[in-house]
T-cell receptor, first 112, second 112 residues
Framework: QQPVQSPQAVILREGEDAVINCSSS?????VHWYRQKHGEAPVFLMI?????EQKGHEKISASFNEKKQQSSLYLTASQLSYSGTYFC?????????????FGTGTQLKVEL | EAQVTQNPRYLITVTGKKLTVTCSQN?????MSWYRQDPGLGLRQIYY???????DKGDVPEGYKVSRKEKRNFPLILESPSPNQTSLYFC???????????FGQGTRLTVV
């Protein structure tokens, strides 16, 4: 079952902040975040493991609340290069072993 | 250079003609998976493999087959392609399910 991402799309002016949310109805072991630019493959941003930790990657950080089965990606002081589609991936346990399921994506556009 | 290689990049075929999309990684990764990407639906997992000879269905396995006879290769087989399998396909590999995934460049498949 795919995690739910919100918002579906967002437009920012350069320098503004944004938050992208990801939630699941199932217990999660980890949450992944990827960014995909138009016509390219998704590229890894970060992974958050169980424990509610927050990770950072330059001006992009994320949190993971395992009790609420939610994660949020924070983009601060956005740059034009942040434009793209952001996907969260959630790791869940299944009968065949843990698997990674991606959400439907959030389209982010940063304008001057 | 660490990479995941998919072939072909583009393919147009006719309904019912069997085809194989190859995927190879040079990072000695255990975990490999196939996704299809359609507008508005995000990345949906077709099959995944936790290691050699162990594969399991993802969220949309109907109409697809895979095999994992050796660690580096994970081909996707469409025995009888149909137009609803027209999509952008990505192969991905990672050390385990909760480590960074590397994506191939994608295969754009059109079934007419």
């Amino acid at each position: 079952q795919q995690p739910v991402q919100s918002p579906q799309a967002v437009i920012l002016r350069e320098g503004e902040d944004a938050v992208i949310n990801c939630s699941s109805s199932k217990a999660l072991y980890s949450v992944h975040w990827y960014r995909q630019k138009h016509g390219e493959a998704p590229v890894f941003l970060m992974i958050l493991l169980k424990g509610g930790e927050q990770k950072g990657h330059e001006k992009i950080s994320a949190s993971f609340n395992e009790k609420k089965q939610q994660s949020s990606l924070y983009l601060t002081a956005s740059q034009l290069s942040y434009s793209g589609t952001y996907f969260c991936g959630t790791e869940m346990i299944t009968g065949g072993g843990n698997k990674l399921t991606f959400g439907t994506g959030t389209q982010l556009k940063v304008e001057l | 250079e660490a990479q995941v290689t998919q072939n072909p990049r583009y393919l147009i075929t006719v309904t019912g003609k069997k085809l194989t999309v190859t995927c190879s990684q040079n990072m000695n990764h255990e975990y490999m998976s196939w996704y299809r990407q359609d507008p508005g639906l995000g990345l949906r997992q077709i099959y995944y493999s936790m290691n050699v000879e162990v594969t399991d269905k993802g969220d949309v396995p109907e109409g697809y087959k895979v095999s994992r006879k050796e660690k580096r290769n994970f081909p996707l087989i469409l025995e009888s392609p149909s137009p609803n399998q027209t999509s952008l396909y990505f192969c991905a590999s990672s050390g385990t399910v909760n480590t960074e995934a590397f994506f191939g460049q994608g295969t754009r498949l059109t079934v007419v």
